[in-house]
């Protein structure tokens, strides 16, 4: 009898614990993503904050001089003085609405659902529909600088509250395997520079739901066609060949599938899940 491990016990165990880190990970970036955004918001509120406190000290110096020389005549220079101030903090209000309800956004849309991303709980109140964890996607990958100001990002969801048969952690897995391979076919393809484009798109066919993503990268050989959702298999440096991979398992694990439908500008990912039902 062979003392050698089975080969298909060996693929199972590494495909195991290989999902299992992946998850662990998932997880990680998940928080790195939030704390990332929410620490963009924080700092442009406390840089407004400064602002506007100097803002004050000055009106009330202008305030001071103003009241001293009403005495002595119209004082209209320091009054013109102090209605810019004004407006200026006026606008520097709306900015911090603006900052404000982003931060809320980002507080409501990404961290107060991520305990279910953990533990799957399927009565909680906060959703996790695919169009919520596409746009967290999106959002956590704006910490690429490239992605945040060379992409231009067009989404076009589903009005649709529809829910996977995947769960959460899963879906983010997923989304950001897709993302990160459309990210990286533009840097590629746009090294001198230049703007690129993502399209990403949700809708409901039936029983399913497809996730659609078109990208201005370099597109996919038809020699790598047949090989690009095979483990390891990569023609990018630095990558190990696993997230169109992680993809596709996921997709069979469920009953649902993934292709890519263009090979060329825009190159087309599309992937299709089986709907929870209810």
């Known amino acids: 009898m062979s003392d050698k491990p089975d080969e298909c016990n060996l693929e199972r165990s590494w495909e195991s614990v290989s999902r299992e880190l992946t998850m662990k990970a998932e997880v990680g970036r ?13 700092q442009a509120f406390s840089m407004q904050v400064e602002l506007l406190q100097s803002m004050f000290s000055q009106s009330e110096h202008l305030l001071s001089s103003l009241e001293a020389v009403l005495h002595e005549g119209p004082g209209s220079d320091e009054l013109k003085q102090l209605q810019t ?14 900052k404000t309800a982003f931060g809320l956004n980002i507080l409501q849309r990404n961290v107060m659902p991520f305990q279910n991303s953990i533990y799957n709980d399927d009565n909680s109140i906060w959703p996790n529909t695919v169009n919520t964890i596409l746009q967290q996607e999106i959002d956590f990958l704006c910490a690429d600088s490239f992605f945040k100001h060379k992409v231009v990002k067009n989404t076009l969801f589903s009005t649709s509250n529809s829910q996977t048969v995947c769960t959460p952690i899963e879906m983010h897995q997923l989304c950001f395997a897709l993302l990160e391979n459309s990210l990286t076919a533009m840097k590629i393809a746009q090294s001198d520079g230049g703007q690129c484009q993502l399209n990403v798109s949700l809708h409901v066919e039936g029983e399913f739901a497809v996730v659609s993503l078109q990208d201005s990268g370099i597109g996919v050989s038809e020699d790598s066609l047949n090989r690009i959702f095979d483990p390891f298999y990569t023609t990018w440096e630095d990558k190990r060949g696993l997230g169109l991979y992680y993809v596709k398992t996921l997709c069979e694990k469920y009953g649902g599938e993934v292709a890519c439908t263009n090979l060329q500008n825009p190159t087309i990912f599309e992937v299709r899940l089986p709907l929870k039902e209810g």
């Open 85 to 98: 101030i004004l407006k200026q903090r006026a606008n520097l209000t709306s900015m911090l609405e603006e």
């Open 30 to 42: 998940l928080f790195a993503g939030t704390i990332h955004n929410l620490n963009g918001v924080l």
